[in-house]
């Protein structure tokens, strides 16, 4: 790639405007109620932070190219550039201060789709040369190793190892044909292997076929998060290029919230087609697989536990009622956070602020928000559907030293599966 | 120039030179809008973007609770000051044969006596718009000199018409003369500000909807 320039910045910023930009803007009447939607700014009371800000950049480019009196006013001198110094003003806003969770796309009184324009305005970011250098180091490790975290193949197979050797069930890799192609994220490879062994299980009882792509196992896509489509593009296209290789029926997004966004959404958009098979997020497999009676389930815990939504998976997936269903058949306990569902607040950690290790004391700053709705709920248990959440969100509670257990919905329904009590007995 | 020229002046030639203004210039910026284009989302769609973009035209008049518990009276008195703007405009008795002239059609008129004191009411209601902005950190941060131009376009015609209903201040005639200027000034101004939202908020609240109605979650 060339050296990222200014130019190229602004000119990738004029390539993401369109009309849905420009009828925003026009939109707009700076009432400010975005602010009140974003952790961001409820945590630091920073008005820097009113996320219709963090686009204005991008505003700037849109009136000075794009509106007649916004040209006239360039010719004359009277209109505010976009320069170097107002890349590196708005970097840590465009990125350490929004986790893309879009929360204040849904208050904004005319409509406007804020945090789609945030996402776009990453473009421009990045291609300045503005991106902080985690993602960048993410983006490059996912493009020439194959995860952002640095993940191969052989530690995929290790645990596939450690799976067959535990419990003797299998993660079969690359089968022509299958029901299911599931993804993981490298979190779930290194962090939670849990997360594999659950969907052997799932898989077992439900009877269907299932596999790894050993080309495309990674289902995360920093590509989306730093903002550059070009590697966002190379990232789908592996997942796209192994599944309709494998002729697999349905693709299965993991237990990560901007995988689903980057796979079920932005993919199709990216490659410029639609796909030949079907998306779906894990909690919607399972929710259909409980429905259709596939898979049974057996006892409850006791315990006072809450959902945390995953931005991406509630707000932006719509996958909401699927958790809730699923929480109630295995959960005597289950109480709503308040917000919970559409209008959930982020863990603090989305969009690549917990890749950007610049952010980590305002994404602690912000975690206050989460910190603040489960103390008002007192729950002994916290479970949610995103590697990254999880992460994020047992960082969080470690430094404001709360004792909470966060575990992974997927891997809690393995648990209470009929089968596995039998074979426990 | 008396204030009878400027009178006729203003109901004739003024009020034509405003409105091709408006009118051409509103439709300047639609198509600024559209000529930018939209890419189809490509992706396999859950739901109807068509019904969901039609509902968050409507929803959107309505605020979340979420929001609405923390600026509870800045939201209330944006209701009181737009749904003011529309009785005063379109249902005092006087204003209804202009609408008619141009749309071909009119409708029945408020008693006027409760169009001054909703006049009155929406007044009040921009001054404290702005008195809610210059206390609000958030608000003068995000303010320009082009919401300030707005506000005083917008304040403007009601104002005038209030003072010349009530035979306020100025002569009665001169007092008229003003308000229709001023209402003129208002639709000069409205294409080039932020006021283009009175329209734009369809656009907007419909390229939202219609996505979030595609992929099945909530606009």
Redesign the interface.
Same mark, same amino acid.
């Given at each position: 790639m060339s050296a990222p320039t200014v130019e190229k910045g602004i000119q990738a910023i004029k390539g993401q405007?369109?009309?849905?930009?420009?009828?925003?803007f026009?939109?707009?009447?700076?009432?400010?109620?975005c602010?009140?939607?974003c952790l961001f700014?409820t945590e630091t009371?920073d008005?820097?932070y009113?996320p219709?800000?963090k686009v204005e950049p991008m505003k700037r480019i849109w009136q000075s190219e794009?509106?007649?009196?916004g040209r006239a006013k360039k010719m004359l001198g009277l209109s505010k550039p976009v320069d170097e110094q107002t890349f590196t003003d708005w970097e840590t806003l465009v990125y350490d201060g929004c986790s893309l969770c879009g929360r204040c796309?849904?208050?904004?009184?005319?409509?406007?789709?804020i945090s789609?324009m945030i996402r776009k305005i990453r473009e421009g970011f990045a291609a300045a040369g503005h991106a902080p250098e985690g993602l960048i180091g993410a983006s490059t490790r996912a493009v020439e190793i194959g995860s952002p975290m640095g993940v191969k193949l052989p530690a995929v197979q290790a645990q596939i190892g450690h799976l067959k050797k535990d419990t003797g069930l299998d993660a079969p890799l690359d089968v022509q044909g299958a029901d299911y192609m599931v993804l993981l994220s490298s979190m779930e490879i290194m962090n939670f292997p849990e997360y594999m062994e659950a969907i052997a299980r799932i898989m077992k009882q439900a009877g269907k076929t299932w596999t790894i792509s050993s080309k495309a196992f990674e289902a995360t896509n920093s590509g989306i998060q730093i903002g550059v489509s070009d590697i966002a593009r190379v990232l789908v296209k592996r997942v796209v290029d192994a599944a309709e290789e494998l002729g697999v029926k349905t693709v299965i997004s993991p237990e990560c919230g901007h995988a689903f966004t980057a796979i079920?959404?932005?993919?199709?958009?990216l490659i410029?087609?639609?796909?030949k098979f079907?998306?779906k997020h894990i909690l919607e497999v399972l929710d259909e697989f409980v429905e259709q009676g596939l898979i049974r389930t057996e006892g409850k815990d006791d315990q006072k536990l809450t959902y945390h939504d995953p931005c991406q998976i509630a707000?932006?997936?719509?996958v909401v009622k699927q958790p809730r269903n699923l929480l109630n058949r295995i959960a005597s306990n289950f109480v709503e956070m308040e917000?919970g569902g559409?209008?959930n607040w982020c863990c603090s950690g989305g969009g690549g602020v917990s890749a950007n290790e610049r952010a980590d004391e305002l994404k602690m700053t912000a975690f206050k928000k989460k910190k603040s709705q489960l103390d008002a709920l007192g729950v002994d248990t916290l479970v949610t559907a995103c590697a990254n959440c999880r992460l994020t969100l047992e960082e969080g509670l470690e430094e404001y030293e709360m004792d909470l257990p966060v575990v992974g919905l997927t891997e809690m329904l393995a648990e209470y599966l009929v089968e596995d009590k039998k074979e426990q007995a | 120039m008396d204030a009878n020229e400027l009178l006729n002046w203003a109901r004739g030639p003024g009020f034509d030179i405003a409105l091709v203004i408006f009118i051409g210039g509103m439709l300047?910026?639609l198509l600024?809008?559209? #000529? %930018?284009?939209?890419?189809p989302? %490509?992706?396999?769609p859950?739901g109807s973007g068509l019904s969901g973009g039609l509902r968050?035209?409507f929803s959107?008049f309505l605020?979340?609770k979420?929001?609405f518990d923390?600026?509870p009276l800045?939201?209330v008195n #944006?209701y009181v000051m737009h749904l003011g703007f529309f009785v005063v405009l379109f249902f005092y008795g006087p204003h209804i044969p202009l609408f008619e002239s141009v749309l071909g059609f009119g409708w029945p008129a408020l008693p006027s006596g409760a169009i001054n004191a909703v006049g009155a009411v929406t007044i009040l209601s921009i001054v404290a718009a702005l008195i809610f902005r210059m206390n609000?950190?958030? %608000?003068?941060? %995000?303010?320009?000199t082009g919401?300030y131009v707005a506000w005083l376009v917008t304040l403007l015609p009601v104002l005038t018409g209030y003072l010349a209903y009530n035979h306020m201040l100025l002569p009665y005639t001169l007092m008229l003369a003003l308000h229709i200027l001023s209402v003129e000034l208002l639709m000069v101004v409205a294409p080039?500000t932020?006021l283009?939202?009175m329209f734009?908020?369809v656009? #907007?609240?419909?390229?939202?909807?219609f996505?979030a109605g595609q992929?099945?979650?909530?606009?």
């Open positions: 405007i369109d009309a849905t930009v420009a009828s925003y026009s939109s707009c009447v700076h009432c400010g109620l602010a009140e939607a700014y009371g008005p820097r009113t219709i800000n794009y509106t007649l009196l796309s849904l208050v904004c009184p005319v409509g406007n789709d789609d079920r959404w932005d993919g199709p958009n410029g087609r639609p796909y079907e998306v707000r932006k997936g719509g917000d559409a209008m | 300047l910026r600024e809008v559209l #000529a %930018l284009g939209k890419k989302d %490509l992706s396999a859950r968050t035209i959107r605020p979340r979420q929001v923390k600026e800045r939201i #944006a609000s950190k958030v %608000l003068r941060f %995000l303010t320009t919401d080039f932020k283009t939202h734009s908020f656009t #907007a609240r419909w390229y939202q909807g996505k992929r099945g979650v909530e606009s």
